[in-house]
C-alpha cells in the first residue's frame, strides 16, 4: 500500500509549504489521507520509519528490523486473510545472568502492571544468559484505520525505547556503561545505532 507521504505526520520537521490546492494546502489531484481501512504492509511502515528518521534493514527473512544501541525492534507480518497480524517485537540486547532473573521479572511485571506497551517477557538462553523481549500486535486483516495504524506504530517505538530507558534507571545500570578516560560513552540508551 502507497500512502500519499504528507498524511504521515512531520516529526517535528517543518510543516510544508501551502500550495494552490485545497484547504490542507495539497496540490490538486494528489492523493488524501485514507479515509477508508488499510491493509498494512512493509512498505506503509517503511514509508512511516522514513517519516520518522529512523534507521531500518531487512533482516535474512524479509522482516524489518531498526537498531538501537541497546535493541532491535522488528516489525512482522504474519498470518494469511482474517487472521493477518502485525508484530513489533524489540530484542534488548543487554545480557542478564540466570541469578538475576527474579529481580527481573520482578521489575517487568512492575513495567507490564503499569503500562499498556510493550508487554515484556524473559528468554533464557541455553547457556544461562536471559535477555528481555518487548512484544505488541495488531490484528490488521480486516484493516485498519490509517490514523490509528500510524498512530500506534509510533506509539510502540517509543514505548521501546521507554522501556530501556526505564530498566536502565530502574536496574541502575548506567553504572555499568563502558567508559573512557573516566568519561561515559558519548550518546543516550534510547539513541539509534547503524542499521548496518
Same mark, same amino acid.
Given at each position: 500500500?502507497?500512502?500519499?507521504?504528507?498524511?504521515?505526520?512531520?516529526?517535528?520537521?517543518?510543516?510544508?509549504?501551502?500550495?494552490?490546492?485545497?484547504?490542507? @494546502?495539497?496540490?490538486? @489531484?494528489?492523493?488524501?489521507?485514507?479515509?477508508?481501512?488499510?491493509?498494512? #504492509?512493509?512498505?506503509?511502515?517503511?514509508?512511516?520509519?522514513?517519516?520518522?528518521?529512523?534507521?531500518?534493514?531487512?533482516?535474512?527473512? @524479509? %522482516?524489518?528490523?531498526?537498531?538501537?544501541?541497546?535493541?532491535?525492534?522488528?516489525?512482522?507480518?504474519?498470518?494469511?486473510?482474517?487472521?493477518?497480524?502485525?508484530?513489533?517485537?524489540?530484542?534488548?540486547?543487554?545480557?542478564?545472568?540466570?541469578? %538475576?532473573?527474579?529481580?527481573?521479572?520482578?521489575?517487568?511485571?512492575?513495567? #507490564?502492571?503499569?503500562?499498556?506497551?510493550?508487554?515484556?517477557?524473559?528468554?533464557? #538462553?541455553?547457556? @544461562?544468559?536471559?535477555?528481555?523481549?518487548?512484544?505488541?500486535?495488531?490484528?490488521?486483516?480486516?484493516?485498519?484505520?490509517?490514523?490509528?495504524?500510524?498512530?500506534?506504530?509510533?506509539?510502540?517505538?517509543?514505548?521501546?525505547?521507554?522501556?530501556?530507558?526505564?530498566?536502565?534507571?530502574?536496574?541502575?545500570?548506567?553504572? %555499568?556503561?563502558?567508559?573512557?578516560?573516566?568519561?561515559?560513552?558519548?550518546?543516550?540508551?534510547?539513541?539509534?545505532?547503524?542499521?548496518?
Amino acid at each position: 500500500m502507497s500512502v500519499d507521504p504528507s498524511a504521515i505526520p512531520n516529526f517535528g520537521g517543518q510543516p510544508p509549504k501551502r500550495q494552490e490546492g485545497d484547504k490542507q @494546502g495539497r496540490p490538486e @489531484g494528489q492523493p488524501r489521507r485514507p479515509t477508508a481501512p488499510i491493509l498494512p #504492509n512493509q512498505d506503509l511502515v517503511k514509508q512511516l520509519l522514513d517519516r520518522m528518521k529512523l534507521k531500518y534493514a531487512e533482516d535474512k527473512q @524479509g %522482516d524489518l528490523v531498526a537498531p538501537w544501541k541497546s535493541f532491535r525492534t522488528y516489525f512482522l507480518f504474519r498470518g494469511e486473510k482474517a487472521q493477518r497480524l502485525m508484530s513489533v517485537r524489540t530484542f534488548y540486547d543487554r545480557p542478564h545472568g540466570i541469578d %538475576d532473573k527474579p529481580m527481573l521479572l520482578e521489575s517487568i511485571d512492575e513495567w #507490564n502492571r503499569t503500562t499498556l506497551w510493550p508487554k515484556v517477557y524473559t528468554h533464557t #538462553n541455553d547457556d @544461562g544468559t536471559v535477555r528481555l523481549i518487548g512484544e505488541v500486535q495488531m490484528l490488521i486483516g480486516t484493516g485498519v484505520g490509517f490514523d490509528h495504524f500510524v498512530a500506534s506504530v509510533i506509539s510502540w517505538v517509543r514505548g521501546a525505547v521507554e522501556f530501556d530507558k526505564w530498566l536502565v534507571q530502574r536496574l541502575g545500570l548506567e553504572k %555499568d556503561a563502558p567508559e573512557e578516560d573516566g568519561a561515559p560513552e558519548a550518546g543516550s540508551e534510547g539513541e539509534q545505532g547503524d542499521a548496518s
